[in-house]
């Protein structure tokens, strides 16, 4: 299903047949391109939006629990993701009623460090995002899938999102890795906000990867790019990717401190840091953060946090 607008271009969407109708993994971006593409995969197989059976989200965001309130109201699925992303979506809902505005980011990005001309252009905190629907059902790790006649077993794997699931076909080995696990790309892996002790998405992450790399599954299902095998080979080199990353960060720190925007405009990024907009920037900042936390609970860096900066210097 197309995500418009968006580099990724789509989500994988998968639709697993039951004699109660059809259990989609995720339900993509909420545009009217998506839904059509819906209805005309589902089509395919003869099948259509209103038999949906029910609609398990691999996490909350937008490109993949998108459709699931429309699919919902078409049909009358349930709709399921972990407990965790559940919290996430409630509190969500309750901060966008609130706070319309979402001046709580811009808060986050100045304790950062950010210079007041980066608060602002293309992709500001102004931009205005959907809450996801609340699910109706949610899951734990080992539960199983209401998919009847078929065991689909929930894998929690924190760390691109808290609740992030994969779903392993027991009876079809087959995964379903969400953006858990990618074939050429690494999820966004981000602290928000940044000076947070309490949740590590990073270290989350890493265990979540040698753990999923344990399930026997044949075929890799990922919620983009394409289907491929070697689940456990794949997991290493992400595992290896981050391990690079924390050494390049390391390599920005110094006895004396750095404020965490710095050390995030130093790390090298796809796009250059002067050209990337608020949004990117924020992302890059979250990603610098998580892993500066890893490198903490390491002993490779300390923080400080004084007049409401947040810095970092090599331990
Ligand atoms: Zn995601
Ligand atoms: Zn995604």
């Given amino acids: 299903m197309p995500i418009p607008g ?6 994988l969407v998968y639709a697993l047949e039951s004699p109660r109708g059809p259990v989609l993994v995720d339900a993509g971006w909420e545009h009217e391109d998506a ?3 819906l209805k005309d995969g589902l089509g395919a197989f003869g099948m259509d939006i209103a038999d949906v059976h029910g609609v398990v989200v691999t996490h909350y965001h937008p490109d993949h629990a998108g459709l699931a309130g429309r699919v919902r109201e078409t049909s009358g699925a349930w709709v ?4 965790d992303d559940a919290a996430i979506v409630r509190l969500f809902r309750e901060v966008v009623e609130q706070d319309a505005d979402r001046t709580w980011e811009l808060a986050a990005m100045r304790r950062a460090g950010a210079g007041a001309d980066e608060l602002g252009g293309p992709g500001s905190p102004r931009e205005h995002i959907d809450p996801p629907a609340a699910p109706d059902r ?13 065991r689909l077993r929930t894998v929690w794997t924190p760390g691109h999102s808290p609740g992030h699931i994969c779903l392993h076909l027991e009876d079809g080995d087959r995964i379903f890795t969400g953006d858990h696990v990618l074939p050429r790309i690494t999820p966004h892996i981000g602290l928000y906000p ?4 309490d949740t590590d998405p990073l270290g989350d992450y890493l265990a979540s ?3 999923v790399a344990t399930v026997d599954a044949g075929e890799v299902l990922p919620a983009h790019q ?12 992400i595992i290896a990717h981050h391990e690079e990353r924390l050494a390049e960060l390391t390599g920005l720190l110094s006895p004396a401190p750095t404020t965490l925007w710095e050390l995030a405009a130093g ?8 050209d990337m907009g608020a949004t990117a920037k924020r992302m890059a900042t979250g990603e610098a953060a998580a892993h500066l936390l890893v490198l903490e609970k390491r002993g490779v860096a300390r923080r400080l946090d004084e007049g409401g900066t947040l810095r970092f210097a090599l331990r």
Avoid at 80 to 83: I, K, L, P, T
């Fill in 209 to 211: 990867l040698g753990r």
């Fill in 267 to 274: 790390l090298r990024w796809r796009e250059a840091w002067a």
């Fill in 138 to 150: 949610e899951l734990d790790d080992g539960e199983l899938v209401d998919l009847p006649g078929r």
């Fill in 80 to 83: 399921a993701m972990h407990r």
């Fill in 194 to 197: 940044y000076d947070r002790t």
């Fill in 35 to 37: 839904w059509a593409a």
């Fill in 6 to 11: 968006n580099p990724l271009a789509y989500t």
């Fill in 226 to 237: 394409y289907r491929f095998a070697g689940l456990a080979g794949r997991t290493g080199e």
